[in-house]
């Protein structure tokens, strides 16, 4: 896995690219279906089982224990995850106060 890479759920629409990918391979699932690469041919009709608010578009997600942070370029209603762990939303740096 390297930065750049595009990636797809293999059952919803979710898509995401790597921006900050691990040192070795991780497992890398969306509604416990493994990804794969984003020109591959993917159903695309959703999870049957879909728990909570699914990927939202635009928001980076993140695993620091390993160093993964993807970016959703497309919403799905699978929820993402590393290596089974939930993946969370990256929150923005608070910016300094001035004075």
């Known amino acids: ?3 750049g890479l ?3 759920c293999a059952e919803c629409t979710t898509e995401v690219i790597v921006v900050r990918a691990p040192e ?3 497992t890398l699932t969306c509604g416990d279906v493994p990804f794969v690469e984003v020109d591959a041919v993917r159903k695309g009709t959703g999870h049957g089982d879909a ?3 699914g990927t939202l578009l ?3 997600y993140a695993d620091d224990e390993v160093g993964l942070e993807l970016l959703c370029t497309k ?3 699978g ?3 590393c290596e089974g762990r939930p993946m969370s939303i990256k929150r923005a740096k608070p910016l300094p106060s001035s004075d």
């Open 58 to 60: 635009g928001k980076r």
């Open 51 to 53: 728990n909570g608010e």
């Open 6 to 8: 595009r990636l797809g």
């Open 79 to 81: 929820a993402l995850a």
């Open 24 to 26: 070795g391979d991780v």
């Open 1 to 3: 896995m390297k930065a």
């Open 75 to 77: 919403a799905g209603t």
